[in-house]
């Protein structure tokens, strides 16, 4: 069922969170765009700026590794700037609440951490920007370090003193999945009874995967998002709003 209007999905979905026991949100970039951070997909997204580099590109080349480095930094001001907002804010209150024992995001910004949900229950399929790590030996290193060595260097990428390269700790295309995150992100789907896809075109797979594993297991499934997606038939709700609108109701600080 699509929603009618704004005030129709608030009162479904609060009746729906109300009979839930358990609530699994997935959340992808819509979620994080009132935050000052674009998406990859909508008009004048990410995407229609930059093509994503892949995995395979990174490793193989350094100007790849610079220009990755130099977008990475570019984009600092959005992601330094950047506070929850308010589905963040609603989504934190309904896990303090006790019913979402956990969020499943694609989203690499902190920003569900900086809500107020501890670290442990955040699943980040794709990993987290705001930190890197040597690629050979996992070793943590923090976005200033690299960037005072990028920029001293003439804007080259520096490698770790085990002689792997450094990266942002997010997925690339083409990169292995977080097999703990995938783990728990499908565990997650199977056991909630409620299922909340949030700010997702829903085409990034496998992550996309997840609302249709939570559906088929028997969970009511909700998508929220302005633009319509390919699961939407198999949705019990889909409203077409601003999240923010949308869940501002359930804030609960
Ligand atoms: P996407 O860009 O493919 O889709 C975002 C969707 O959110 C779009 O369909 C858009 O219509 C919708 N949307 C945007 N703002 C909205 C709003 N205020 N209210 C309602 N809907 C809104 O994003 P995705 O599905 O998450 O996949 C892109 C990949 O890019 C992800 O895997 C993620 O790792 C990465 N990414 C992350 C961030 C972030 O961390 N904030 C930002 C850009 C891209």
Same mark, same amino acid.
């Given at each position: 069922?699509?929603?009618? #209007?704004?005030?129709t999905a608030v009162?479904?979905?609060?009746?729906?969170?109300?009979? $839930?026991?358990?609530? *699994? /949100?997935?959340?992808? @970039?819509g979620i994080s765009? =009132? +935050?000052?951070?674009? #998406?990859?997909?909508? /008009?004048?997204?990410?995407?229609?700026?930059?093509? /994503?580099?892949?995995?395979?590109?990174? !490793?193989?080349?350094?100007?790849?590794?610079? =220009?990755?480095?130099?977008?990475?930094?570019?984009?600092?001001?959005?992601? &330094?700037?950047?506070?929850?907002?308010?589905?963040?804010?609603?989504?934190?209150?309904?896990?303090?609440?006790?019913? *979402?024992?956990?969020?499943?995001?694609?989203?690499?910004?902190?920003?569900?951490?900086?809500?107020?949900? @501890?670290?442990?229950?955040?699943?980040? !399929?794709?990993?987290?920007?705001?930190?890197?790590?040597?690629?050979?030996?996992?070793?943590?290193?923090? !976005?200033?370090?690299?960037?005072?060595?990028?920029?001293?260097?003439?804007?080259?990428?520096?490698?770790?003193?085990?002689?792997?390269?450094?990266?942002? %700790?997010?997925?690339?295309?083409?990169?292995?999945?977080? $097999?703990?995150?995938?783990?728990?992100?499908? =565990? !997650? &789907?199977? @056991? +909630?009874?409620?299922?909340? %896809?949030?700010?997702?075109?829903?085409? *990034?797979?496998?992550? $996309?995967?997840?609302?249709?594993?939570?559906?088929?297991?028997?969970?009511?499934?909700?998508?929220?998002n302005r633009e319509?997606?390919?699961? #939407?038939?198999?949705?019990?709700?889909?409203?077409?709003?601003?999240?923010?609108? *949308?869940?501002?109701?359930?804030?609960?600080?």
């Amino acid at each position: 069922m699509i929603a009618s #209007d704004l005030d129709t999905a608030v009162a479904r979905l609060q009746e729906l969170v109300a009979g $839930a026991r358990r609530i *699994v /949100p997935f959340t992808g @970039a819509g979620i994080s765009t =009132e +935050c000052g951070i674009p #998406d990859f997909r909508s /008009p004048g997204g990410l995407w229609s700026r930059n093509q /994503p580099i892949a995995f395979e590109d990174f !490793l193989a080349s350094q100007d790849m590794r610079d =220009e990755s480095w130099r977008r990475r930094f570019a984009m600092e001001e959005h992601f &330094a700037a950047a506070k929850p907002g308010r589905g963040h804010r609603a989504l934190a209150s309904l896990y303090r609440s006790g019913k *979402v024992p956990a969020v499943v995001t694609q989203n690499i910004d902190n920003l569900h951490q900086a809500s107020g949900i @501890a670290p442990a229950d955040v699943v980040e !399929l794709h990993g987290n920007t705001t930190y890197a790590v040597c690629l050979g030996c996992a070793r943590r290193y923090e !976005l200033a370090w690299v960037r005072e060595r990028f920029e001293a260097n003439g804007h080259h990428a520096p490698d770790c003193a085990c002689g792997g390269h450094i990266k942002t %700790a997010t997925i690339s295309f083409g990169q292995a999945m977080p $097999a703990d995150a995938m783990q728990r992100a499908e =565990e !997650l &789907a199977r @056991a +909630c009874d409620l299922f909340l %896809a949030i700010g997702s075109s829903l085409v *990034v797979w496998p992550a $996309a995967g997840f609302p249709l594993m939570a559906k088929r297991n028997g969970a009511v499934l909700v998508i929220i998002n302005r633009e319509p997606t390919e699961f #939407d038939e198999a949705a019990d709700l889909v409203v077409h709003a601003d999240i923010g609108a *949308v869940l501002a109701p359930f804030i609960a600080d």
